[in-house]
């Protein structure tokens, strides 16, 4: 059974500062792996998605790894800003199964 | 703490009838809950919000008369997908947002709708 750890949990940085956020997962038979981003009381929205065959993707100041073999991806996120505070979940795809998600690392970037 | 139950986890059923998914907060309450609609191999679409006690928000494109969404309880949102055709096949993940932390990443299990 396919499981998806976050750490650090929660995160606290000041404005500038550049930042990782981890993901593992336990199954290495993946199709692809994603990066949500969620606001207070909203729903998810998409940030990057990795297929099993690239080791990473980029966005804008948000690059995503993946090291499939290792069963671990990170999202770095640059020069962060205060509009970046949110949770962000990472969720793995194993082809036909409903997507695994992670509980999800809360980012707060102080002004 | 903060469990979601989704209920069936598969369900197959014939063109033209309908199908209804419950997405139930097990151990907080949820004035919100959203569903999501997860195509083969593919990211997640979020379909609606679902708010207690009033109309879910639909997102653009998804048609409101086809996916019903009632949100009768602060524990309880159900979505019935009506004269299901065999594109509505697909996997349909709800979540919920505990109303005592305003923590929304708490998902149910799956559903996965099979139309044949």
């Known amino acids: 059974k396919q499981e998806v750890t976050q750490i650090p949990a929660a995160l606290s940085v000041p404005e500038g500062e550049n930042l990782v956020l981890n993901c593992s997962f336990t199954?290495?038979?993946?199709?692809?792996l994603q990066w949500f981003r969620q606001d207070p009381g909203k729903g998810l929205t998409s940030l990057l998605l990795i297929q099993s065959s690239q080791r990473e993707q980029t966005s804008g100041r948000l690059n995503a790894s993946l090291d499939k073999s290792s069963g671990r991806s990170t999202l770095y996120i640059a020069a962060s800003q205060p509009g970046d505070s949110a949770t962000y979940l990472c969720?793995?795809?194993?082809?036909?199964?409903?997507?695994?998600f992670g509980k999800g690392t809360r980012l707060s970037v102080i002004a | 703490g903060a469990v979601v139950s989704q209920h069936p986890s598969r369900v197959i059923c014939k063109s033209g009838t309908s199908v209804k998914i419950e997405c139930r907060s097990l151990d907080f309450q949820a004035t919100t809950m959203f569903w999501y609609r997860q195509f083969p191999k593919k990211s997640l679409m979020l379909m609606a919000t679902s708010n207690e006690g009033s109309k879910a928000t639909y997102e653009q494109g998804v048609e409101k008369d086809k996916f019903l969404i009632n949100h009768a309880s602060l524990t309880l949102s159900t979505l019935t997908v009506t004269s299901a055709h065999p594109e509505d096949s697909s996997f349909y993940i709800c979540?919920?947002?505990?109303?005592?932390?305003?923590?929304?990443?708490?998902f149910g299990q799956g559903t996965r709708l099979t139309v044949v």
């Open positions: 969720a793995v795809n194993s082809g036909n199964t409903p997507l695994v």
């Open positions: 199954d290495s038979a993946i199709y692809n």
């Open positions: 979540s919920a947002r505990d109303d005592r932390t305003g923590a929304s990443a708490f």
